[in-house]
């Protein structure tokens, strides 16, 4: 019946029927088109869950935030714990908490564990829901006195942007084991550096009071100086002269590390080594003498003290720093109080050497900085000392582990590393320095005060070296063996240029600076041999010039203020007037002409043995100017000691207080000189105390830079023959190890 009603309908309603049926035919394969274009189809969602479902976000919580964990000591051992909380609205699985470190890089000391609070390897976290992770340091047999590390956390938590799961985040952990001064135990490195600044603020206040009798800022300074002088005598005792990398901390020890501004991911990080120690030593050492001979100053005291303390405070910071930029700033700071000391207290000529040193010195920190940004921005991934996540650092041990030469990056057409190995080595060059680069040191000398004389000639020319050993060395060790000829035939240049130099001064002061031209010319043909006893010669010549030169230009002063004129052909027979300042001249002298038996002996006879095996050539030029050495050295002590006594002295308006006599040298000069000539002679006899303070650092720079083979011909003390070359092959095999073992912990 229905049937037949259909066939019987009207024709237009049949035809209307159709047309609307053929409409949503169209429209809905329309539809399902787009659905197609826009990549919105059913099949295409089902195939994609984590898109929809929702996923857990993590986040590490400590109770200090912005800070490490500190592990609490318990008994002999140390715990401390972080929290794991899942911020996100789904579940998050967290699937792996480790300590960052591996047999291969062992960033931490031994005995450092972390797991998940109530055992398990792994845990899933409800929305809201949070885990602690329990961290512990079990100190038996770990030599290390703190610890500074961090503790990686993996999970399937997705970051914004992120196309796969995966997500690591990291917490910087911390401990303290003490070393038996307190709070000035642990903080001994900024504590010697920043104490001198009592001293500036001292200044400013007897400033601003009016205070009248400067006389009282030079005990004060004397005394600043004194008390880092008994701090570095601890330092040296406590310091662990077995202490190297596999111990943890990268081998450092004394270490202060904190985020310092965090935008720019810059740190204060600080510690020593055995590199490092020496140096610290030697400026304790002879900013003590510098205090005691800036009592011939007698013109605006306040001023005078106040940039000599400031300058000590950059003088420790250089070899302290362990960030970039931190190495940077206290760089810097050493330039300006530096230019006011030999521009105002110098000589007649101050102006001048002021100016060029500043230019020279400022135009080498260019050079530097450049660099320093380069490894700054190709840093990679690595965390801050809290463990914020970072591409970008100024870490020296971080920066150590980069393959800078695996990047292949270039400036110029010119292999990146090249490059700025190059512009590393001009700044550190300049402050040696180096030939063509010399230049501005015999006007800074000749014009600086005596006590400024000993700090440039003791401390500053060090900074040079150090540089090249803890920057180029350890951060670009592929083009330290490329640039290793050229730096060493430059050494060589140094050792001849300078000597002759010196050979045709007349002025007292200028020679004893061209022999520092001289003997910096060692260090250089040392770090170029890259092998064990070179690298160990150069740390000893840097701490015996520092302790020879300083004895040398305090001898100076003491002539120059008595008759104010340092023309050694003007003088003669002078031994019979002074006899004790002749003994300690010619003992000065003779160290520094490297008589055996004192100090000066033992830095150019390792140079030699450690550079002869691979530059025999240039070993044996470079004993030329030994020669050359004892030359100027003795035509020197002839001319002023010996012959016949000027009678023109006697009428000289400079000794008539004295009665036409040359007075001796009296007990502040004997004071300040003392100390030197004591280490110069145990030091001559007895180098013992400071190779121990040096080996591990030297032979752990010479794993850095060089293989095992025909040029190495020793090894460190106590260490066998297979570790030895097991560590040595670290640049090829334990670095690339340790940089996979390390990439999922990154």
């Known amino acids: 019946m229905s049937n037949l009603s259909f066939v019987n309908m009207p024709r237009g309603f049949a035809l209307a029927s159709s047309g609307r049926a053929t409409t949503m035919k169209l429209l809905i394969s329309l539809l399902a088109a787009l659905s197609v274009v826009l990549g919105a189809a059913l099949p295409a969602r089902a195939q994609a869950p984590g ?61 450092v564990s972390a797991e998940l609070e109530g055992g398990g390897a792994a845990a899933t976290l409800a929305p809201g829901a949070s885990r602690k992770v329990v961290v512990r340091w079990k100190t038996a047999g770990a030599r290390a006195r703190e610890l500074y590390g961090h503790v990686v956390v993996e ?25 038996g001064l307190g709070f000035v135990g642990d903080h001994i490195l900024s504590i010697m550096t920043f104490l001198p600044l009592l001293g500036v603020v001292a200044v400013f206040l007897a400033h601003v009071l009016r205070i009248r009798d400067d006389r009282k800022l030079r005990l004060m300074t004397v005394v600043l100086m004194g008390v880092n002088l008994v701090l570095a005598g601890w330092l040296y005792a406590q310091f662990d002269r077995g202490f190297t990398a596999a111990d943890g901390n990268d081998g450092y020890q004394f270490i202060e590390h904190g985020v310092w501004i965090r935008s720019l991911n810059v740190e204060y990080f600080v510690g020593v080594d055995g590199v490092s120690i020496s140096m610290v030593l030697l400026t304790a050492l002879i900013s003590f003498v510098g205090a005691l001979a800036s009592y011939s100053v007698q013109d605006q005291l306040k001023g005078y003290f106040a940039m000599y303390n400031l300058l ?44 060029k040193f500043f230019l020279y010195t400022l135009a080498g920190s260019v050079f530097m900085l450049l660099a320093f940004i380069w490894f700054y921005l190709n840093a990679g991934h690595t965390y801050l000392v809290d463990g914020q996540a970072t591409e970008r650092i100024f870490s020296i041990p971080e920066l150590s582990r980069v393959a800078f030469t695996a990047q292949g990056l270039e400036i110029l057409g010119i292999a990146a590393v090249k490059v700025v190995w190059i512009w590393l080595f001009v700044g550190f060059a300049i402050k040696i320095p180096m030939f063509p680069f010399h230049t501005w040191l015999p006007d800074a000398h000749v014009e600086a ?154 830095g150019e006879a390792m140079t030699f043995i450690g550079a002869f095996p691979r530059y025999r050539a240039l070993t044996i030029l470079a004993a030329v100017g030994v020669i050359v050495t004892a030359a100027y050295h003795l035509w020197a002590l002839q001319r002023m000691f010996l012959g016949t006594f000027r ?52 032979l752990q720079v010479h794993r850095l830079v060089d293989r095992p083979g025909q040029f190495q011909i020793a090894g460190a003390p106590g260490v066998d023959s297979a570790a030895s070359a097991r560590d040595a092959r670290a640049p090829e095999e334990g670095a690339a190890a340790g940089r996979g073992a390390l990439a999922s912990a990154r």
């Open 51 to 111: 898109a929809t479902e929702p996923r857990g976000q993590i986040a590490l919580r400590a109770e200090a935030p912005g800070a490490p964990v500190e592990l609490a000591a318990s008994g002999p051992d140390f715990a401390g714990s972080f929290t794991i909380e899942n911020r996100g609205d789904g579940p998050l699985r967290v699937t792996r908490v480790i300590v960052r470190t591996s047999p291969e890089d062992p960033r931490v000391p031994p005995g």
């Open 155 to 179: 999970s399937d938590a997705v970051a914004a942007g992120a196309a796969a799961p995966g997500r690591t985040l990291a917490m910087g952990i911390h401990a303290e084991r003490g070393r």
């Open 312 to 355: 000590v405070t950059g003088m420790y910071g250089v070899f302290i720093a362990l960030d970039l930029f931190l190495f940077f700033v206290f760089w810097e700071v050493m330039l300006l109080p530096m230019y006011f000391l030999i521009g105002i207290w110098g000589g007649p000529r101050r102006e001048y050497a002021a100016i």
């Open 449 to 602: 005060p005596t006590a400024i004389s000993v700090i440039l000639a003791g401390v500053l020319l060090k900074m040079g070296t150090y540089g090249i050993l803890r920057i180029n060395f350890s951060l670009l060790p592929e083009a330290t063996q490329w640039a290793a000829p050229a730096m060493a035939a430059f050494g060589v240049v140094n050792i001849l240029y300078g000597a002759f130099c010196a050979m045709a001064q007349s002025d007292l002061k200028k020679l004893v600076a061209y022999s520092s031209v001289s003997h910096m010319g060692f260090t250089l043909l040392a770090l170029g041999a890259m092998t064990p006893q070179g690298i160990q010669a150069c740390l000893v010549q840097m701490f015996n010039h520092g302790l020879i030169t300083g004895m040398l230009f305090t001898l100076v002063g003491v002539i120059y203020d008595r008759v104010h004129t340092r023309d050694i052909d003007k003088f003669g027979g002078l031994a019979a007037e002074m006899p004790l300042y002749t003994a300690l001249v010619g003992f000065a002298f003779m160290a520094s002409l490297g008589l055996p038996g004192l100090s000066g002996f033992w």
């Open 647 to 698: 009678a023109s002295w006697r009428q000289s308006k400079y000794l008539e207080p004295f009665g036409g006599k040359f007075p001796e040298i009296n007990r502040r000069e004997l004071a300040s000189i003392a100390p030197l000539a004591a280490l110069v002679l145990v030091l001559g006899f007895w180098p013992r105390p400071l190779l121990s303070l040096i080996d591990r650092g030297a």
